[in-house]
């Protein structure tokens, strides 16, 4: 809506590709009671998870399908789609694979519908890029497991640099990139490393692929990049205002922020509304404050520098919000923001959008169904934390998205949802059957005594703001 895309309306059909164990697809299912939601993976248990939760939350609209991208390509039988998302998918598959991909989204998305696709991005990656190759093809000398591959790609790719060799000299930001490395999880490492389909592409390689699907870019979905105020500098804007081919102007912004993953919304079809229907649009969507205005920064660090969030516009729109989930045009008929120019507020408000301290909303209306259905999901969620899984993210019925929560703060949740007395205790407990380590500040906790008063601490916090913000979406 910012770059003034028109997006699908009313009741909508949802396709996710490559859904992994279902978590996405349930939840928007489950807080989307408008939306009939198809998620896909060629995994067999990934897709006897996501229906053992679909099941266990009573979520009737959604449905999962075991197939390849190939079987998917040549269905003949699937509905038209107002949305197909692939999260995770497209830099790690092969290019046969890529093919079928675009040859789904040609077939299947409706005339107006929207694709959403995250990929490895160049110029960010162009170090990275020889990391990888390096940790997988140096890693699988004399096989072993996925950790033996790691630390052998790991080792070689530091002795390397010990020997000074050039490409480390030439590109420091690779050695930095490497130390980072050893601290991250096997499974991240596994996935994005040791593929044997790995790929980063250039916005203009995607550009030509999807163009196959006759889908044309529409904009970032990273709100983060809208924000051209905070991102170039005004001889850097002068510059890509100059550009008239939108492929070479995002490949010059991709240059100018050394991009190394990018989240694109590409078009079907679809036309830019009037502006006095943007403007109508703006002001019936709605917003909710994820966190209290005390705690919200007033300055901010950006690629050009140090911002100061201007007091007389930004403290009236955050008091508003925070007494709960507003919509523009309520926003405006507040006292203190109607003393504001609309432009100011929306401003504003998307500047707050992109600093992830506002969130867009669905409308009030429906949200007691809504709510009920992710109540529902949410217990579903809280049972496999419980039986031990990991699982960040819980349906929010303001929202109508997951809502993100770190590892400690979803085991709080799974105590305070099922009435722990001895909240501490039971999170103690989770992490020692699931072996993991407690952490502060980088290191390990070490005996019960620490472990219980670091805990308390961290319950203190939960308690006090986290389980505020989970209430301020609806999740509990």
Same mark, same amino acid.
């Given at each position: 809506?910012?770059?003034?895309?028109?997006?699908?309306?009313?009741?909508?059909?949802?396709?996710?590709?490559?859904?992994?164990?279902?978590?996405?697809?349930?939840?928007?299912?489950?807080?989307?009671?408008?939306?009939?939601?198809?998620?896909?993976?060629?995994?067999?248990?990934?897709?006897?998870?996501?229906?053992?939760?679909?099941?266990?939350?009573?979520?009737?609209?959604?449905?999962?399908?075991?197939?390849?991208?190939?079987?998917?390509?040549?269905?003949?039988?699937?509905?038209?789609?107002?949305?197909?998302?692939?999260?995770?998918?497209?830099?790690?598959?092969?290019?046969?694979?890529?093919?079928?991909?675009?040859?789904?989204?040609?077939?299947?998305?409706?005339?107006?519908?929207?694709?959403?696709?995250?990929?490895?991005?160049?110029? *960010?990656?162009?170090?990275?890029?020889?990391?990888?190759?390096?940790?997988?093809?140096?890693?699988?000398?004399?096989?072993?497991?996925?950790?033996?591959?790691?630390?052998?790609?790991?080792?070689?790719?530091?002795?390397?640099?010990?020997?000074?060799?050039?490409?480390?000299?030439?590109?420091?930001?690779? *050695?930095?990139?490497?130390?980072?490395?050893?601290?991250?999880?096997?499974?991240?490492?596994?996935?994005?490393?040791?593929?044997?389909?790995?790929?980063?592409?250039?916005?203009?390689?995607?550009?030509?692929?999807?163009?196959?699907?006759?889908?044309?870019? *529409?904009?970032?979905?990273?709100?983060?990049?809208?924000?051209?105020?905070?991102?170039?500098?005004?001889?850097?804007?002068?510059?890509?205002?100059?550009?008239?081919?939108?492929?070479?102007?995002?490949?010059?912004?991709?240059?100018?922020?050394?991009?190394?993953?990018?989240?694109?919304?590409?078009?079907?079809?679809?036309?830019?509304?009037?502006?006095?229907?943007?403007?109508?649009?703006?002001?019936?969507?709605?917003?909710?404050?994820?966190?209290?205005?005390?705690?919200?920064?007033?300055?901010?660090?950006?690629?050009?520098?140090?911002?100061?969030?201007?007091?007389?516009?930004?403290?009236?729109?955050?008091?508003?919000?925070?007494?709960?989930?507003?919509?523009?045009?309520?926003?405006?008929?507040?006292?203190?923001?109607?003393?504001?120019?609309?432009?100011?507020?929306?401003?504003?408000?998307?500047?707050?959008?992109?600093?992830?301290?506002?969130?867009?909303?669905?409308?009030?209306?429906?949200?007691?169904?809504?709510?009920?259905?992710?109540?529902?999901?949410?217990?579903?969620?809280?049972?496999?934390?419980?039986?031990?899984?990991?699982?960040?993210?819980?349906?929010?019925?303001?929202?109508?998205?997951?809502?993100?929560?770190?590892?400690?703060?979803?085991?709080?949740?799974?105590?305070?949802?099922?009435?722990?007395?001895?909240?501490?205790?039971?999170?103690?407990?989770?992490?020692?059957?699931?072996?993991?380590?407690?952490?502060?500040?980088?290191?390990?906790?070490?005996?019960?005594?620490?472990?219980?008063?670091?805990?308390?601490?961290?319950?203190?916090?939960?308690?006090?703001?986290?389980?505020?913000?989970?209430?301020?979406?609806?999740?509990?």
């Amino acid at each position: 809506m910012s770059q003034g895309v028109g997006a699908p309306q009313g009741p909508l059909s949802y396709l996710e590709i490559g859904c992994g164990n279902g978590l996405t697809a349930n939840i928007v299912a489950a807080a989307n009671p408008d939306v009939d939601v198809t998620g896909v993976d060629f995994n067999p248990a990934h897709v006897r998870q996501a229906r053992a939760l679909a099941e266990a939350a009573g979520t009737r609209n959604v449905r999962f399908l075991e197939r390849s991208f190939q079987d998917l390509a040549g269905d003949d039988t699937l509905p038209g789609f107002d949305v197909i998302a692939l999260h995770g998918v497209y830099s790690w598959v092969s290019a046969a694979n890529r093919g079928h991909i675009c040859e789904i989204i040609r077939k299947n998305l409706k005339p107006g519908g929207i694709v959403y696709i995250s990929y490895n991005a160049y110029p *960010g990656w162009s170090a990275g890029a020889t990391l990888q190759r390096l940790l997988r093809d140096g890693g699988a000398l004399g096989g072993g497991s996925v950790v033996q591959q790691l630390q052998r790609g790991l080792g070689l790719a530091g002795r390397l640099r010990e020997l000074n060799a050039s490409f480390f000299t030439a590109n420091p930001e690779a *050695g930095r990139v490497l130390d980072v490395l050893g601290n991250l999880s096997a499974n991240y490492l596994a996935h994005e490393y040791l593929n044997r389909d790995w790929n980063a592409f250039y916005f203009s390689d995607i550009a030509r692929e999807l163009g196959e699907a006759k889908v044309v870019f *529409g904009a970032s979905a990273n709100l983060a990049q809208h924000a051209d105020l905070l991102n170039f500098t005004d001889d850097q804007r002068k510059l890509l205002a100059s550009i008239p081919d939108v492929t070479v102007r995002e490949l010059v912004r991709d240059t100018l922020l050394n991009t190394s993953f990018r989240r694109d919304i590409f078009v079907r079809g679809a036309g830019v509304p009037a502006r006095s229907v943007q403007r109508e649009l703006w002001n019936a969507q709605r917003f909710v404050l994820l966190q209290d205005p005390a705690d919200v920064p007033r300055k901010i660090t950006a690629q050009v520098g140090e911002v100061t969030l201007n007091a007389d516009v930004y403290e009236p729109v955050l008091a508003t919000l925070a007494r709960g989930p507003q919509t523009l045009g309520e926003l405006m008929r507040d006292e203190a923001v109607s003393r504001l120019a609309w432009e100011q507020a929306a401003e504003a408000l998307l500047f707050l959008v992109i600093l992830g301290v506002v969130q867009i909303a669905l409308p009030a209306d429906g949200e007691a169904e809504r709510a009920v259905r992710t109540k529902a999901i949410n217990a579903a969620i809280v049972a496999r934390i419980r039986a031990g899984e990991n699982i960040h993210a819980f349906a929010s019925p303001v929202t109508g998205s997951g809502i993100s929560v770190d590892g400690l703060s979803q085991l709080f949740l799974a105590a305070h949802w099922t009435g722990e007395a001895d909240k501490v205790g039971y999170v103690l407990a989770q992490l020692k059957e699931k072996g993991q380590v407690l952490r502060k500040d980088g290191s390990a906790v070490e005996g019960d005594e620490a472990a219980r008063a670091h805990l308390q601490e961290a319950l203190g916090a939960f308690e006090d703001k986290t389980i505020r913000l989970l209430q301020r979406v609806g999740v509990v």
